[in-house]
């Protein structure tokens, strides 16, 4: 079990992913890829003009077991933030959630028999894709900017981040669905690899998603609303 600020500037970038091969995905995030060497945080987030803080202020969190109300969001950069949830919707939307359809498809074309099953599960999964896009389509192009003018110290009398906190809905609700339905009624025969790599990829896809809505909401939320008290 992590504690709080597991993971300080001079820890080295390789000993991180060590201890949480899930913080690929933040890496990838921030724009930072690998062949760091054995460089530090600090050195690989300042060779990149990635603020560490907000850096290790993600990477800590995902990493802890509970959230700590007591977080204190004034160091963090705004825009990076922003720039770090753009990018993993980019990887949501453009990657991930296509991948995991194109694996679906080979699934239900494996057998003739499983011809009913292709409409439904694709309508579903499409029909998810589109309600995933809508709502990040949204963060970007209404709540990020708003963010960013934010940060600009532009406040806006017509705009704040409780409208946006109010209709922040959990987008991973119907992934979750789409995993059950598999797992109980999608009539496989014998050993089903494929089948089983669809279902392990919407599982890791569940929690990302997850950890996802949760930066939203314990960090950058907060964050833009501390900005909000001071503009």
Same mark, same amino acid.
């Given at each position: 079990?992590?504690?709080?600020?597991?993971?300080?500037?001079?820890?080295?970038?390789?000993?991180?992913?060590?201890?949480?091969?899930?913080?690929?995905?933040?890496?990838?995030?921030?724009?930072?890829?690998?062949?760091?060497?054995?460089?530090?945080?600090?050195?690989?987030?300042?060779?990149?003009?990635?603020?560490?803080?907000?850096?290790?202020?993600?990477?800590?969190?995902?990493?802890?077991?509970?959230?700590?109300?007591?977080?204190?969001?004034?160091?963090?950069?705004?825009? +990076?933030?922003?720039?770090? =949830? %753009?990018?993993?919707? #980019?990887?949501?939307? /453009?990657?991930? &959630?296509?991948?995991?359809?194109?694996?679906?498809?080979?699934?239900?074309?494996?057998?003739?028999?499983?011809?009913?099953?292709?409409?439904?599960?694709?309508?579903?999964?499409?029909?998810?894709?589109?309600?995933?896009?809508?709502?990040?389509?949204?963060?970007?192009?209404?709540?990020?900017?708003?963010?960013?003018?934010?940060?600009?110290?532009?406040?806006?009398?017509?705009?704040?981040?409780?409208?946006?906190?109010?209709?922040?809905?959990?987008?991973?609700?119907?992934?979750?669905? +789409?995993?059950?339905?598999? =797992? %109980?009624?999608?009539? #496989?025969?014998?050993? /089903?690899?494929? &089948?089983?790599?669809?279902?392990?990829?919407?599982?890791?896809?569940?929690?990302?998603?997850?950890?996802?809505?949760?930066?939203?909401?314990?960090?950058?939320?907060?964050?833009?609303?501390?900005?909000?008290?001071?503009?």
């Amino acid at each position: 079990m992590m504690s709080k600020d597991t993971f300080g500037p001079n820890d080295k970038m390789s000993y991180i992913i060590n201890s949480n091969y899930s913080l690929l995905l933040v890496i990838s995030r921030f724009d930072l890829s690998l062949g760091f060497g054995d460089k530090t945080v600090k050195e690989v987030c300042e060779s990149k003009g990635i603020d560490t803080a907000s850096f290790l202020a993600v990477v800590n969190f995902l990493s802890e077991t509970q959230h700590d109300p007591n977080n204190k969001y004034e160091s963090l950069e705004l825009g +990076l933030i922003v720039r770090y =949830l %753009k990018n993993a919707h #980019s990887y949501f939307l /453009n990657y991930k &959630l296509p991948s995991i359809r194109s694996k679906l498809l080979q699934v239900v074309d494996v057998s003739s028999d499983n011809t009913p099953y292709r409409e439904i599960f694709l309508k579903f999964f499409d029909d998810y894709y589109t309600e995933v896009k809508k709502h990040m389509d949204y963060e970007n192009n209404i709540v990020f900017p708003y963010a960013i003018r934010l940060s600009e110290g532009k406040s806006d009398p017509e705009y704040n981040i409780s409208i946006f906190e109010q209709k922040h809905d959990q987008i991973d609700a119907k992934m979750i669905e +789409l995993k059950n339905i598999l =797992l %109980k009624y999608y009539p #496989s025969q014998g050993s /089903n690899h494929l &089948l089983t790599e669809v279902l392990f990829d919407i599982y890791a896809c569940e929690k990302d998603l997850a950890s996802h809505n949760n930066v939203e909401d314990f960090l950058f939320i907060p964050a833009v609303r501390t900005l909000e008290q001071k503009t």
